[in-house]
């Protein structure tokens, strides 16, 4: 019998364990899983809190329609029936003290349609016209890597950098534009870029003629159960002691045809296959004694507090309608983000009631994240008010802070992740990362990375 360790039982771990599973029984192959995870709690950063009727998403609450291997995994261990739409509202920016809406057709912050984007309140008429040189601009020099923030600039200039794209991708990875790496979270960019000479051209070519007047599909989805409810589904069809709860893996040591596993339990288990779903320094100091792991050491990440808000609708006299808004890096805000959960996941919200949920934790502000709870509680009031003119306390307020949950894919980061496999292939042979440290950090992103461990398990085992 072949062993198999899966190290982490968040979304990328459980996934890994699943299919492996699944193909193990299909196939009738000679191998056992076994799943440790640290903490007592599975799901990693998936953890759906209830209370009082809310439901509330410490972690992740939506889900890319456009991916599909979530989706997948929802309807492979039957949730499909669970899965709800985003609700239609507008979604804003607050900049310069005011909220200005996303304008229409813009993705990821770069406008395919003219109309809407020339409109917009967010952007100067000098600001506009920097943006459109785009059309004209010739395309960049080749080059392996560069941030995010040197290509935008390039191409559409600082203000829709600042106003549009840094808050929807700093929202998204949580770091700074000018150092997070293009090639490793939207390469397309690039390769529009040099294909057509523009990236508004590009985008425009890549998405096709947009039907008018049709109901456009809905870009997030959820479960209305919450998403812990795919966590708990999956452990679900887990065989009965596939997984060790409580219990860390502290270092690994490799034998002659197989690998010792230290458990923080002081027990040591064996495997012929191992893959790592842990963060990146966590995989780091399980194999200290390697120096090709010592990039992951020096990966940055960086730390958010999540923090829901439950109120009386009746609380909340001046309200906004849309979906929530992001706030632009040169504004004086703390906070990052706040989304009107209430509205845009109604089935969240009991009725009568207003559910709100922010971020703070933005790349110069880390500390923010350590101050105490009532600190943080003061601090988010006290922006969101400037909006909304909020009257009464919450009835009660879920802080969650991920520390050093947010790996930073700086420039270089595919090469470093890229060289680091190799020599893994060369001198741990069976061993494998997956997860949000590596290839995308998105819930979809990590169940492609567990697919792939599953591949790669089963053809180094039964090589
Ligand atoms: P994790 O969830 O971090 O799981 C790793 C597990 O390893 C943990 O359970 C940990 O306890 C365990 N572990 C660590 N060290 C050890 C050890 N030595 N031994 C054993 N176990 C160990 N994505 C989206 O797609 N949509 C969103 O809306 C979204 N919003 C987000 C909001 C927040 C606040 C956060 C934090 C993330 C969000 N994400 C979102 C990203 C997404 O949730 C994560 O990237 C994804 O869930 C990570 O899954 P993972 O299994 O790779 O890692």
Known sequence: MKRIAIVGGGITGLTTAYYL????????????????EASDRLGGMIHTERRDGFTIERGPDSLLARKPSVFRLIEDVGLQDKLVDVAAGKAYVLANEKLHGIPQGSFMGIPTQITPFALSSLFSPI??????????????????????????????????????????????????????????TFPNFYNMEQEHGSLIKGLRKSRGKQPKNKKKPSVFKTLETGLGSLVDAVVDQLDEGTIEQGTSVDHIEKKENSYHLMLGTGEVAGADSI???????????????????????????????????????????????????????????????????????????????ALLRAYVGKPNDQEVVNQSDEEIREIVLKDINKIMNITQPPEFTVITRWRNSRAQ?????????????????????????AGASFEGLGVPDCIDQGEQAVEDVLEFLQD
């Not at 599973?21 to 440790?36: A, H, R, S």
């Not at 420039?411 to 990362?433: A, C, D, T, W, Y």
Request: glycine letters at 8%.
């Open 21 to 36: 599973q699944k193909e193990i029984k299909e196939k009738g192959l000679p191998f056992e899983v076994k799943l440790y």
């Open 127 to 184: 600001g506009k016209l920097r943006a459109a040189g785009d059309l004209v601009k010739s395309k960049s020099k080749p080059q392996e890597d560069q941030s995010l923030g040197h290509f935008f600039r390039n191409r559409l200039g600082d203000e829709v950098v600042e106003n549009l794209i840094e808050p929807l991708l700093g929202g998204v990875y949580s770091g700074d534009l000018d150092r997070l790496s293009l090639m490793a």
């Open 275 to 353: 893959v790592l779903t842990t963060p990146h320094y966590a995989c780091q100091r399980m194999l200290t004694q390697y120096d090709f792991m010592d990039p992951l050491r020096d990966m940055p990440a960086t730390s958010v507090a999540n923090v829901a808000m439950a109120f009386d609708q009746s609380a909340i006299e001046k309200d906004v309608d849309g979906t929530g808004f992001l706030v632009s890096r040169n504004s004086d805000y703390r906070i990052t983000a706040c989304t009107w959960t209430h509205k845009k996941w109604p089935h969240t919200t009991p009725d009568g009631k």
């Open 409 to 433: 894919y700086t420039v270089g980061h595919k090469e470093r992740i890229h060289n680091i496999k190799q020599s893994m292939s060369s001198e741990l042979p069976g061993v494998f990362l």
